[in-house]
């Protein structure tokens, strides 16, 4: 038996591995369902810095919920736009409709987290719905997350928005938030895997029952930290509540990004709590490197394109689950390809002292 044909079928079992993962949890990730209890309350919190160019469709969006009473709050962080502004207008004419100011950034915290912090402070709801200003809800989202809340007693609710791509690089970043979640996540984040570790959540969506969340100590609990719905996540199932995953795209859509450069920052800010670590990130190289990159190396063996041809098939099972663009899915390697790259410079970035920014702040090495 040659070196190559052994590495083949490494290769092989390395793809076996998501796609097996794939199959259960593309079955165990359901859209959610439920009737909020009488008197619910939703409040949609979302924090804005300088968003005056997405603001006012997001309100638009949230302020068009149904099924179930809602208050929008939106808590300007430092903006120096117009996002303030338009935020007053809407509260003129709706009074649904509230502005709150962030106080200024203590010591230890980042932006966002103290942001939502505020805004948790401020919400009068049963329960609370963080989105970001990009995000655009469905009519419907509010109440179909407050109601599987109810029936299945999940203290967090939060799911994936449908990813509007509309750009090459938005193609070669965007798209892995949902096959890692799909295809490396045990049990897809669902609510019965009641390991911290195995805890998931999209900060862009994420709905909490407002007394599981002062429980566990909400975002004070995770103030320094960037990826901030993971963190709060695990912070719950810690503190003994259920946190559950379910199928985002009919809630509510988002496009993240417009650009590659865009979108090469923003997932290095997210990569130091997530995959670029020291001990995760070479095994982390192994998985997904092995299942999709490796196999190009071995061609034309028998393992090899066996192995291609699984991880094209999950990638496009995925892609056509989550209602993402078709024709992303050829550029699955080089879309891993890329994230791994983003990782591995996050990790030598976090190495070499060097502080995670956004929205022009800059942070300390989590």
Known sequence: MDLEFTWAWIALALAMFPATMGVVNLFLVRPPRGTPREGALVSILIPARNEGANIAGCLDAALASRDVAVEVVVMDDGSTDATARIVRDYAARDARVRLESAPALPPGWTGKVHACARLADAARGTHFLFI??????????AACMAG???????AMVTGVPKQVIGSLGEALTVPMINFLLFCYLPGGGRAFTRRPGMAAACGQLLLVEREGYFASGGHEGVRGVLHDGLALARRMRDHGLATEIVEGHGLATCRMYTNFRDSWAGFIKNAREGMATPVGL????????????????????????????????????VTLR???????????????LVALSIQW?????????????????AYGTA
């Open 132 to 141: 970001d200003a990009d995000v655009r809800l469905a009519p419907e989202a």
């Open 148 to 154: 599987h809340a109810a029936r299945t007693g999940t």
């Open 345 to 361: 410079v996050a990790l030598a970035r976090a190495l070499m002292g060097k502080p995670a920014g956004w929205k022009g702040r």
């Open 282 to 317: 070479p095994i982390w190289t192994v998985m997904l490197a092995g299942a999709h990159l490796w196999p190009f190396f071995f061609l034309p063996r028998s393992a090899a394109v066996l192995a291609l041809a699984l991880g094209f098939a999950l990638r496009a099972a």
């Open 322 to 336: 989550v209602r993402e663009p078709w024709w992303t899915i050829p550029l699955h390697p080089l879309t891993v």
